[in-house]
C-alpha cells in the first residue's frame, strides 16, 4: 500500500479515538457550506454535526470550528474543503478526517490511545498534539507541529516532527527537509500562491504529476475493488456449501461454518467495499477540487491566448485524464457522491 | 461571500416585493439579463460577476464545488483582459436536457443538469469575434438572474 500513497494530494489524518465520526459544530464564520454523504449541500450553522460521508467547505472569508466528542478540536480554514471518511486500517474501522484542499488545525486532547495520522500520501503518528495541515493546490501538503510531535511518512520514509517544525511534502515524493518554524505562523496563502505559480509555469510537468497521483488512487480503489470481488465470489461459494451441509443434516458443521468463515469473511468484505470507497471518493475530490481549479487557472489564463500550444498540450492531456477518470471510477460511485 | 450576501439582500428585497404585489412568479431570463452579464464580463467586474454566479458552477466540462474556484475563474478573466468583442446573442431559449451534451455529457454533467440546474433556466448562445459561448441562467424574480455555467468558446 505505502507504493501508493500519494504525496500530499490529499491530507487524510486517520485517529483512533481523537476523532470521532461525529463533531458538533461550535463555530462558523463566513461562509460555511456541508455537503453530506447524500449529495445534498446546505450551509453550515453552529449546533450542526459533521457526520461521517460528510465534507466541509470553506469560502475564502469562512471559518468552522468542529468539536469531535473527545473534546478535541477542528479548525477548518477559509478555502478548504475537508471530509470525514472511513477506512479499514489493519482489519479495523476508522474515521479519515481529510483535507483535499486549504488548511485544517489539529488539536488534540484527553487521548485516550495515541492516535494514528494516515493520508493517501503520508503517515503521521500523534502524540498529543497540535498541528496543521496543509493541502496545495498542487497536491503538495505542509505539516506544522505546535506541541507535541508527529511522525511523518511518505514513500517509505519517515521524519519525526517536534514542537515548532515543519516538513514539506512533494506529491509522491519522501518528506522533506524538517525546518525550524518560529514565532510568525506559516501563511498558507503565501505558500499556495507559490504553488499555483509553480503550477502555471510548467503546466505540463503540474499536470502529469496530478495524473500520475490521481491514478494511484483510482488503482487502490480497484485493488480493494477487486478484492471485494473476490469475497464475494468465495461468499458465494461458501454459502452454498453451507446450504448443502443443511440439506444433508449436518447441522453443526453448517454453523461452524457460517461462524468461523462466512461471517468473518463478510465483515471483511465489508470492509473491502468500505476502502475502495474511500480511494474512489478520495480520487473524485481531487478530481473535483485539484484538478477542476487548475483548469480554471488554466482557462482564465490563456483565454485570450488559446492557440498557445501550452494550452492546446493542456487540453489533450487533460481530457484524457478525465475520460480514464470517468470510466475507471465509475464502478465505484454513486450519483450522491457527485 | 459576496453571492451569499447578495442572496440575503434579494432575499429581503423579494420579501418586500411579494407582500407588496401579493404575488410573484420567476420569470426566465431574457436578453437584459445576458446583457447585464456580457456587459460585466467585458468591464472586468469579477465580484458582480462572482456573486451573480451559482454556488456550484459549470465551466465547460468542469464542475465547480468550491467557491474558490469560481471566484478564481471570475478573476483570471479579468486579470487576461478577456471581453467579449463585438456580441451578438444568437439564440436564447428554455434549456432542455439534451443540452448537456454541449457540456460533454458524461456522467458527472448529466448529474450536474438534475441536480443543480434550476427549473425554467435559460440557455444563452453568443456569438463574439472570437467563437460561440453558452451560458446558462438561471430564472429571475426580481430582475437579477444567476449565472449557473459558461461554455466555450466553440
Known amino acids: 500500500m505505502k507504493k501508493a500513497l500519494l504525496a500530499a494530494l490529499l491530507i487524510a489524518a486517520v485517529c483512533l479515538p481523537a476523532i470521532s465520526q461525529e463533531s458538533d459544530v461550535i463555530y462558523i464564520e463566513g461562509w460555511v457550506d456541508l455537503k453530506d454523504s447524500s449529495g445534498e449541500i446546505y450551509e453550515l450553522f453552529i449546533g450542526d454535526r459533521v457526520l461521517q460521508g460528510d465534507s466541509v467547505i470553506t469560502g475564502d472569508d469562512g471559518v468552522a470550528e468542529l468539536e469531535p466528542e473527545n473534546g478535541s478540536r477542528i479548525i477548518v480554514k477559509p478555502g478548504t474543503v475537508f471530509s470525514i471518511r472511513e477506512q479499514s486500517v489493519n482489519g479495523k474501522k476508522y474515521p479519515v478526517a481529510s483535507t483535499t484542499l486549504g488548511q485544517v488545525a489539529f488539536k488534540f486532547n484527553r487521548m485516550t490511545q495515541e492516535p494514528l495520522i494516515s493520508t493517501p500520501a503520508t503517515v503521521m503518528g500523534v502524540r498529543g498534539t497540535e498541528f496543521t495541515v496543509y493541502a496545495g493546490a498542487d497536491g503538495s501538503s505542509m505539516i506544522v507541529v505546535d506541541s507535541g510531535a508527529v511522525e511523518v511518512t511518505s514513500a517509505g520514509e519517515s521524519v519525526l516532527l517536534e514542537p515548532q517544525q515543519g516538513v514539506e511534502v512533494s506529491p509522491g515524493k519522501a518528506p522533506g527537509e524538517i525546518f525550524p518554524v518560529m514565532g510568525k505562523a506559516v501563511d498558507f496563502s503565501d505558500w499556495n500562491n507559490g504553488k499555483i505559480d509553480s503550477m502555471m509555469d510548467n503546466p505540463a510537468d503540474a499536470l502529469s504529476k496530478l495524473a500520475a497521483r490521481l491514478d494511484e488512487m483510482i488503482l487502490d480503489a480497484e485493488k480493494w475493488g477487486d478484492l471485494h470481488q473476490q469475497s464475494i465470489a468465495e461468499l458465494e461459494a461458501f454459502r452454498e456449501t453451507r446450504s448443502a451441509l443443511f440439506e444433508e443434516e449436518k447441522d453443526e458443521e453448517a454453523r461452524a461454518l457460517h461462524t468461523d468463515i462466512i461471517r468473518p469473511l463478510e465483515i471483511t468484505s465489508l470492509r473491502y467495499v468500505m476502502n475502495y470507497r474511500y480511494y474512489a471518493l478520495s480520487a473524485l475530490s481531487m478530481r473535483q477540487h485539484i484538478l477542476s481549479g487548475f483548469y480554471v487557472r488554466m482557462k482564465s489564463a490563456y483565454i485570450t491566448d488559446r492557440e498557445n500550444p501550452v494550452y492546446s498540450a493542456f487540453l489533450e492531456n487533460y481530457q484524457i485524464i478525465l475520460a480514464d477518470f470517468e470510466q475507471r471510477l465509475a464502478p465505484y460511485l454513486v450519483e450522491a457522491d457527485y | ?154
Do not use: H
Request: a negative charge.
Open chain 2, 1 to 154: 461571500m459576496k453571492n451569499r450576501k447578495l442572496t440575503i439582500i434579494f432575499g429581503a428585497v423579494l420579501t418586500v416585493t411579494v407582500l407588496l404585489s401579493g404575488c410573484a412568479t420567476l420569470r426566465p431570463a431574457d436578453e437584459g439579463q445576458i446583457l447585464e452579464i456580457i456587459e460585466l464580463i467585458n468591464t472586468g467586474d469579477s465580484e458582480n460577476l462572482f456573486g451573480r454566479s451559482s454556488d456550484i458552477f459549470l465551466l465547460d466540462t468542469e464542475i465547480l464545488y468550491s467557491p474558490e474556484n469560481v471566484k478564481s475563474f471570475w478573476e483570471g478573466l479579468a486579470e487576461s483582459g478577456f471581453k467579449l468583442q463585438n456580441p451578438v446573442i444568437e439564440s436564447y431559449r428554455l434549456l432542455l436536457p439534451t443540452d448537456r451534451q454541449l457540456f460533454g455529457g458524461g456522467r458527472e454533467i448529466e448529474i450536474f443538469f438534475s441536480k443543480y440546474i434550476p427549473e425554467q433556466a435559460s440557455l444563452f448562445k453568443i456569438g463574439t469575434s472570437s467563437g460561440t459561448y453558452i451560458f446558462i441562467l438561471g430564472p429571475s424574480d426580481i430582475g437579477k438572474s444567476i449565472i449557473t455555467a459558461w461554455g466555450g468558446p466553440y
